[in-house]
């Protein structure tokens, strides 16, 4: 099977996220649109769907805010699970281990995109 071609959804210039800084986006399918969001931390860019692993509500309490107060995790405002920032992983909290959806992304021409073919939407 061919790998998926890109499909790239305009996040935010680069200059525009700093460190420790997030920003939500939509990603749409044929079904539903999704909301999503991107964080800058340790001079890196990641990308995630907005949806705690314990119960599928957004983690922020829709103030664009997805760090722990020392932005060494990413937490869940509804439930405390705590997540590493660079794999999504969760390290503690009612989650169990499980993994927030991943939206990669791609740098280019001081763009941040995230790129919505190959976005892990799990089990939805």
Known sequence: MPPKKE???KIVAIKDLKEGQSVKFDIARKDR???AFAVRSNSKF???LNMCRHWT???DFDDNDFFSED???LVCKNHGALYEVST???QGGPCN???LYRVPVVEKE???YADAAKVDWGEM
Do not use: D, H, R
């Open 7 to 9: 499909k790239l959804i």
């Open 33 to 35: 649109v999704t909301e």
């Open 46 to 48: 990641y990308a995630y």
């Open 57 to 59: 509500v957004g983690l």
């Open 71 to 73: 932005k060494s995790f």
């Open 88 to 90: 999504g992983i969760c």
């Open 97 to 99: 281990g499980a993994g």
């Open 110 to 112: 001081g763009i941040l």
